[in-house]
C-alpha cells in the first residue's frame, strides 16, 4: 500500500518562505507520480503542484507559479514543495497525494490521486 506522509509546515508572516515535505512508502519511489494539493478554510481542495516519476516534468496551479517550486529524491522518497513569497490566502491544509498511474504529464485533479497523506497546516498572517 502507498502511504504518503507530510512534514514540514508551520506559520509564518506574509512574504516569507516555507517549505513542506512528503515521504511516501510501500513502492519504489520512481514508479510514483506525486502532487500537492491545498484546502483553504472553507473552500474546495485544489491543486498546487505535481512531479512526474524522474522528476523531468513539473505543473503549477496558476496562483502559485513562480512562487512555490515542487522537486523530489527518489533515492530518500522524498518530494519537496518550496514555498516563497507567501500570502495569507496560501493558509491551507496541504496534502501530499500518490498515484502509479503511468501518463508523463502529472495530473491536475484530485481523483487521479488514490493515495493521500493526512495533511499538514501552513499559515500565513498579514
Known amino acids: 500500500q502507498v502511504q504518503p506522509v507530510e512534514s514540514g509546515g508551520g506559520s509564518v508572516q506574509a512574504g516569507g518562505s516555507l517549505s513542506v515535505s512528503c515521504t511516501v512508502t510501500?513502492?519504489?519511489?520512481?514508479?510514483?507520480?506525486m502532487a500537492w494539493f491545498r484546502q483553504p478554510p472553507g473552500k474546495e481542495r485544489e491543486f498546487v503542484a505535481g512531479?512526474?516519476?524522474?522528476?523531468?516534468?513539473?505543473v503549477y496551479g496558476d496562483s502559485v507559479k513562480g512562487r512555490f517550486t515542487i522537486s523530489r529524491d527518489n533515492a530518500k522518497s522524498m518530494t519537496d514543495l518550496q514555498m516563497t513569497n507567501l500570502r495569507p490566502e496560501d493558509t491551507a491544509v496541504y496534502y501530499c497525494?500518490?498515484?502509479?498511474?503511468?501518463?508523463?504529464?502529472?495530473?491536475?485533479?484530485?481523483?487521479?490521486?488514490?493515495?493521500w497523506g493526512p495533511g499538514i497546516q501552513v499559515t500565513v498572517s498579514s
Open positions: 510501500g513502492r519504489t519511489a520512481s514508479h510514483i507520480t
Open positions: 497525494a500518490a498515484t502509479l498511474l503511468t501518463a508523463r504529464t502529472p495530473s491536475t485533479f484530485e481523483d487521479r490521486y488514490p493515495y
Open positions: 512531479i512526474s516519476r524522474n522528476g523531468g516534468i513539473t
